[in-house]
């Protein structure tokens, strides 16, 4: 009864709070302002590059929790907390959209506020980008400013949108990371081969990390930040978009193996929750998916991620004469086999094995780039339901699938790993 008492701002704000834990954030302030641990040096590279494009004197990546704002990355100036009351950034970070204020003694949000006025500080231009994550969340803002009155030209508002959109990535790498690393302990125990496989995947994670921070660094020493930085703007954004796609991939692999929940799963249901899922995929590839009126035994969560990496898959690897076509099938017999067929490039037959395997790629000309993880996941999914996948020929071209998820049971029964049944109110 006291939960319904509670406004909807009151609500936002805790979930907000929520996210905020989640990420781990605010992380490196005291300790930063201390001098024992330095803000990580992407974050630190961001901002420095932020302060170069745009010409202010000073740059920070702030936090804003419920009643302070925390500086976790700063050039110019040095880390510090102060109350959200005093933060300009806490103004306007829940905005959406960028803020400049090219004299912010004539703005009426911030002309009264003590880094304005001279009690703390005296900024006169301003202008922030607030930090979103993914789910919508306003964590904080990327923020420049100085002393002298400034403006900011279209490329240059850009570039610091650009900027903190990477800053989300970094956030988004570190808790990823961070799960990854959970999950990898709690699957080394019972997976033989996951040392070996860690390993491999770490590998192709410091890659694209080294390209983040050298291209930050290039764009640090370019005293033209008009010409050359907006390559290596698009450079980052690359490198930490790969960056992301592999560990969340791996993360996802990694997870995948242990106890299970079998419900009664209507396929169409799931594959239209899955198109939802890649609907700019689908809509810029024209593909079209139909899926069988049946019901699969499975786990709901575990069959949505193997139906979406094989109708992704069956997307990306279309030949560029058709359009992608993708029937989703089943046969829910003694044992229950899931089927996706498509009309795509197809897999030679030496490959068919091998694809299954963690981080093993083709290289054929045309190909997306990719992490080598999908098809691996679908066969870790069809083995902790009890199964297997196996790939043939599409008959006319293209790739077939089949996905043995074992036998059906009754609703709720466990799943080989030996989960217990759902229990019911």
Known sequence: MQDALIDQPRLEELSRQAVLRAYGLPSHAGEATSGEVSPPPELLNLVRLAV??????????????????????????KPEVCSREDS?????????????VPDATRDHRFVNNPFVNGVKFSIRSYASVPL????????????????????????????????????IEVLELQLR??????ALATVRRSNEDLAGFAARVSH????????????AELGEQDDSVSGPAAGYLRIIRGSAGRMLETVQEVLGFSRVGGSITR??????????????????????SGAGITAADAELDADPTLLRALLQNLIANAIKYSRPDAAPRIAVLAET???????????????ATEDR???????????????????GIGLATCARIAAAHGGSVSITDTPGGGTTVRVDLGPAGPLGASGPAGTAPRGRA
Not at 59 to 71: S, V
Not at 333 to 347: A, E, F, P
Not at 353 to 371: A, H, K, Q, Y
């Open 52 to 77: 170069q494009i745009t010409g202010m004197a000073s740059g920070a990546i702030n936090i804003i929790t419920a009643d302070e704002q925390h500086t976790i990355a700063a050039h110019g100036i």
């Open 88 to 100: 300009m950034c806490s103004k306007v970070f829940q905005s959406g959209e960028i803020t400049v």
């Open 132 to 167: 979103v994550s993914p789910a919508g969340s306003a964590l904080g803002s990327l923020c420049v400013f100085t002393s002298d009155r400034q403006d900011l030209d279209p490329e240059r508002r850009e570039g610091l949108e650009i900027l903190a959109s990477q800053v």
């Open 177 to 182: 990371t961070r799960q990854l690393a959970d």
């Open 204 to 215: 192709d994670l410091k890659n694209p990390l080294t390209a983040i921070l050298g291209y």
């Open 263 to 284: 419900e009664r799963v209507p396929l169409a249901a799931a594959v239209s929750a899955v198109r939802q899922d890649i609907l700019p995929l689908v809509r810029d």
């Open 333 to 347: 017999g003694d044992t229950q086999v899931l089927t996706v067929v498509d009309n795509g490039k197809g897999i």
């Open 353 to 371: 094995t091998r694809v299954l395997e963690p981080l093993v790629r083709l290289s054929r000309e045309g190909d997306p780039p990719g992490t």
